[in-house]
């Protein structure tokens, strides 16, 4: 909390001197009832002593007051102000190993539950795209304000094939290049609609979210090759490992026999790709710490801090702690202030 006038802040020096007043006015009243030597006919004249209540409309009054003089120095505070131009690119792993029921019901719903939510609590002009990535990497949806078809994109996931992270990393960063640069491994979808930003906006910051739950084993791009071109670009990849070490999924061998096969997420590369663009790592061994990390991501990335006045607050405050005082005085005993 800092204030725009600081120097006014000395005008809070009058609380305490107000306060000082009312004690030595209690002080006094005192004294008065002790002249009054007539004590049978001082309880005949005051029926029943009023207690906490005749101080509680003065304290009221010291903290309108307080809240009033603070309001002078504007004081200002950091808050969270949604972001007006941003971009978030989901990249989500649809590999085999997503069936696993490690995670409840599977590390595949528990991620399309939590990356649903992540998108609602977004705000509204920040721009969402999804990308999905398994033996191949796909756009799903390029970046849009159109929460729909965003929504549409998550809930047609599909676990099946291998991991090519790199290669999702890549589709994702496609966004942030000129187009026809040729950057890219993966290529790009058509031209999107106009509600769309056209790719190779630099002056629009990416952010890219990665969700994986294995090694890479296929793909053009090697995924730390990928984060350096991240780097490069000056987009940071939070990076998410979904599963623990006891997942395992039912793959057909040689002979078409299923078999169990363990399927540990690859922690270590995640924490470097992270590492390597200036973001975080994050382990979700469970879908309600998957939510509780969306959520966090939600605040990271969708809201910026900036530093606000906040001074109606305190005149607001003031006023209202006035307003009661007046109410209760009036109330208990009749008389204002």
Known sequence: MTAQWPGLLWALLLVPVALAAYLFAQRRRSGYAVRFTNLDLLANVVTRSPGWRRHLPPALY?????????????????TLVPKEQATVMLVMDVSGSMNATDVQPTRMVAAQQAATTFVEE?????????????????????????RAAVYEAIATLHAEGATAMGDGIERALDVKRPSGSGASTSGMQPAPT?????????????????????????????PMDAASHAKALGVPVYTIALGTDQGMVDVPNETG?????????????????????????FAAPSSKELKSIYRELGSKIGFVKERQEVTVVFAAAGLLFMVAGVAFSLAWFSRFP
């Open 62 to 78: 010291l903290l309108a007051l307080t809240g009033l003089l603070t309001s002078l120095a504007r004081p200002q505070a950091v």
């Open 122 to 146: 977004l705000p509204e002009k920040l721009r969402v795209g999804v990308v999905s990535f398994a033996s191949t990497a796909q756009t799903l949806t390029r970046p849009t304000i159109d």
């Open 194 to 222: 106009p509600a769309v930003p056209q790719a190779g906006d630099n002056n629009v910051p990416l952010v890219v979210l990665l969700l994986s739950d294995g090694a890479n084993t296929q793909g053009r791009t090697r």
């Open 257 to 281: 026999q299923l078999q169990r096969v363990p399927v540990p997420p690859d922690e270590l590369t995640l924490q470097r790709i992270a590492d390597v663009t200036g973001a975080r790592f």
